[in-house]
C-alpha cells in the first residue's frame, strides 16, 4: 500500500493491489488539512498502522493520536 499527501495536506492517495488489479482512493478535505504519521529513521520512511489510517482518513484528529 503507498499513501500520498499533497503538499498542502487536503488531498490524500492511496493506492493498493487487491483482486484483479490496483485501486485508488482519494479524499479531499475542505477545511482541515491530515496530519503526517511519524517519520521512522531505521526505514527512512512514513510508517502507520491500520487503526491510525483509519484516524488519519477521518481528517480532523488531534496531534496526538498520530504520534508514536
Known amino acids: 500500500m503507498f499513501i500520498f499527501l499533497s503538499k498542502d495536506r487536503r488531498n ?3 493506492l493498493h ?3 484483479g488489479g490496483y485501486v485508488l482512493y482519494w ?3 475542505d477545511k482541515d488539512r491530515f ?3 511519524v517519520f521512522c529513521k531505521a526505514s ?3 510508517e502507520i498502522g491500520w487503526e491510525k489510517l483509519v484516524v488519519l482518513l477521518q ?3 488531534r496531534k ?5
Open 64 to 68: 496526538e493520536l498520530l504520534v508514536g
Open 35 to 37: 496530519l503526517l504519521p
Open 44 to 46: 527512512h520512511r512514513y
Open 17 to 19: 493491489h487487491d483482486t
Open 12 to 14: 490524500i492517495k492511496i
Open 59 to 61: 481528517g480532523t484528529v
Open 27 to 29: 479524499k479531499k478535505l
